[in-house]
């Protein structure tokens, strides 16, 4: 009954505060990038039959480049960082075909540190081409530390149309915030291929539909192999799907890219496939797509990771995962995820948690993510002599139920053991810890409510 009592109140505890929590969690996001470099190459169609478009959109985090103090700047307070970006072109006898250079000038107004929030210079480069196979040349470099990232392995055919019924160009990844998408603003998710976790979205191709009494219909299946403490699967399946006519067009404009549609004397159709991306837990999955129109059939495949970057340290190791969680789970709830084959582990691994998720229908969980995040903090603030056990103490323990302190009071006095007081006045719980050994062990040893 107490155990009961108090699972019951560390969640009404984390459902009170995640809400201000929400963007410590988009910080950390944009802090751990999954590349500090990333990009990203789509094949389309032009209104110039006789060539084929090739779209590399890219993604640099700030922290690639060394920022120095411009001396230049009248309130010395000023740092800039300048580098150079070069996207070549190759055919299949590596001879360059066409090439884009550009280069790159930011600003901040403090130097860069390690623990500071890195923004991503995001763009894209657009270029015609005669039809064939090409192989991309990444290269970037940072003018003041030398510092250099070359790549030339992506490889991309480019068709040209033939202007036959279900033509389709390649599909590119979409972010969305909503499930229903007016195509005339969609913005690539541009992570070298990847999904991140907790994200809306779908898919964009352009279709050539020439017979406007046949309907185009869309039928796709979604297949994933989930990672985690043990094998899982994930599988969907729809026929949804928007459509505007006109031809795919990319703009980029103050250090974003857009995809809309322009006319086109052709009969192009923009089509969008929304697809159940916050569903998904991480993991490596297979789209097919099947497009029909009258008579014509035309199928597609196309396989992405669904990642999550910042995913706490603690839930990677499964046996720290399930053990971490004796502060809040029955001992029954224990040896069932401790026990079976891994399949099974996993399933009940996942039970729990959904059961105590504050929306079940997405498959992000911010209450599981929180009480990791803070598993983390416990281990790396609270672990003593060398052992992993920051999460097991009674530091590590009030720290993960209750989060953070507010307020933390410091006692030392000759002779006296030290004393930590933590203060939750919005809780209105307050916890003193005394360390009687003296070598860092503190232990619980009064619990007021104020």
């Given at each position: 009954?107490?155990?009961?009592s108090?699972?019951v109140?560390?969640?009404?505890v984390?459902s009170?505060?995640?809400?201000?929590m929400?963007?410590i969690?988009?910080e950390?996001?944009?802090?751990s990038?999954?590349?500090?470099?990333?990009?990203?190459?789509?094949?389309f169609?032009?209104?110039?039959?006789?060539?084929a478009?090739?779209?590399v959109?890219y993604?640099?985090?700030?922290?690639?480049f060394?920022f120095?103090r411009?001396?230049?700047?009248r309130?010395?307070?000023?740092y800039?960082?300048?580098?150079?970006?070069?996207v070549?072109?190759l055919n299949e006898?590596?001879?360059?075909?066409?090439?884009d250079?550009?280069?790159?000038s930011l600003t901040r107004g403090t130097?860069?540190?390690?623990?500071?929030h890195a923004?991503?210079?995001?763009?894209?480069?657009?270029?015609s081409?005669p039809a064939?196979?090409?192989?991309?040349?990444?290269?970037l470099?940072?003018?003041e530390s030398?510092?250099?990232f070359?790549?030339?392995t992506r490889r991309?055919t480019a068709?040209?149309?033939?202007?036959?019924?279900?033509?389709?160009?390649?599909?590119?990844?979409i972010?969305s915030?909503a499930?229903?998408?007016?195509?005339d603003?969609l913005?690539?998710?541009?992570?070298?291929g990847?999904?991140l976790y907790g994200?809306?979205g779908?898919?964009?191709?352009q279709?050539y539909?020439p017979d406007t009494?046949?309907?185009?219909a869309i039928r796709?299946r979604?297949?994933?192999?989930?990672d985690?403490?043990?094998?899982?699967?994930?599988?969907?399946?729809?026929?949804?799907?928007?459509m505007?006519?006109?031809?795919l067009?990319?703009?980029?404009q103050n250090?974003?890219m857009?995809y809309?549609?322009?006319p086109?004397?052709?009969?192009?159709?923009?089509c969008?496939?929304?697809?159940p991306?916050?569903k998904?837990?991480?993991g490596?999955?297979?789209?097919?797509i099947?497009?029909?129109?009258?008579?014509a059939?035309?199928?597609q495949?196309?396989?992405?990771?669904?990642?999550w970057?910042?995913k706490?340290f603690?839930l990677?190791?499964?046996?720290?995962a399930?053990?971490?969680?004796r502060?809040?789970a029955t001992?029954?709830?224990?040896?069932?995820?401790?026990?079976?084959p891994?399949?099974?582990r996993?399933?009940?691994f996942?039970?729990?948690?959904?059961?105590?998720a504050?929306?079940?229908?997405?498959a992000y969980?911010?209450v599981?993510?929180?009480?990791?995040y803070?598993?983390d903090?416990?281990?790396?603030?609270?672990?003593?002599?060398?052992?992993?056990?920051?999460?097991?103490?009674?530091?590590?323990r009030?720290y993960?139920?209750?989060g953070?302190?507010?307020k933390?009071d410091?006692v030392?006095?000759?002779g006296?053991?030290p004393t930590?007081?933590?203060t939750?006045?919005?809780?209105?719980r307050r916890?003193?810890f005394?360390?009687?050994s003296?070598?860092?062990?503190f232990v619980?040893?009064?619990?007021?409510?104020?």
């Amino acid at each position: 009954m107490i155990l009961r009592s108090l699972t019951v109140l560390v969640f009404t505890v984390l459902s009170a505060i995640l809400p201000a929590m929400a963007q410590i969690e988009q910080e950390r996001a944009g802090r751990s990038l999954l590349q500090p470099i990333s990009y990203e190459v789509a094949a389309f169609f032009g209104e110039d039959t006789s060539k084929a478009i090739i779209n590399v959109h890219y993604r640099i985090g700030e922290n690639f480049f060394i920022f120095v103090r411009n001396e230049a700047s009248r309130q010395g307070s000023e740092y800039v960082a300048r580098g150079e970006l070069v996207v070549e072109i190759l055919n299949e006898q590596k001879v360059s075909v066409v090439r884009d250079i550009r280069q790159i000038s930011l600003t901040r107004g403090t130097a860069m540190r390690e623990t500071d929030h890195a923004l991503d210079l995001q763009g894209a480069m657009s270029f015609s081409v005669p039809a064939g196979t090409y192989t991309v040349v990444f290269s970037l470099d940072d003018r003041e530390s030398g510092r250099s990232f070359l790549e030339r392995t992506r490889r991309v055919t480019a068709t040209i149309p033939k202007l036959a019924p279900l033509d389709i160009s390649n599909p590119i990844l979409i972010h969305s915030p909503a499930k229903v998408v007016f195509i005339d603003n969609l913005l690539p998710v541009n992570r070298g291929g990847n999904v991140l976790y907790g994200g809306r979205g779908g898919i964009l191709s352009q279709v050539y539909q020439p017979d406007t009494l046949n309907i185009l219909a869309i039928r796709w299946r979604l297949q994933g192999q989930l990672d985690g403490l043990g094998p899982r699967v994930q599988e969907f399946d729809g026929t949804e799907y928007v459509m505007r006519n006109g031809l795919l067009k990319l703009t980029t404009q103050n250090g974003s890219m857009r995809y809309g549609t322009v006319p086109s004397a052709f009969r192009w159709i923009a089509c969008y496939i929304p697809l159940p991306f916050e569903k998904l837990e991480p993991g490596s999955f297979k789209l097919d797509i099947e497009y029909l129109s009258g008579q014509a059939i035309k199928k597609q495949t196309l396989s992405f990771h669904l990642v999550w970057p910042n995913k706490p340290f603690s839930l990677i190791n499964p046996e720290l995962a399930i053990d971490a969680l004796r502060h809040i789970a029955t001992e029954d709830e224990i040896a069932a995820l401790q026990s079976g084959p891994p399949a099974r582990r996993a399933e009940e691994f996942h039970s729990f948690w959904k059961s105590r998720a504050r929306d079940t229908t997405i498959a992000y969980n911010e209450v599981m993510a929180e009480y990791y995040y803070r598993v983390d903090e416990a281990l790396r603030k609270f672990s003593t002599m060398r052992e992993g056990d920051g999460y097991k103490n009674d530091r590590g323990r009030i720290y993960i139920l209750y989060g953070p302190p507010p307020k933390t009071d410091k006692v030392l006095q000759p002779g006296g053991a030290p004393t930590e007081i933590w203060t939750y006045e919005r809780l209105r719980r307050r916890f003193v810890f005394i360390d009687p050994s003296r070598n860092g062990t503190f232990v619980l040893s009064q619990t007021e409510n104020l």
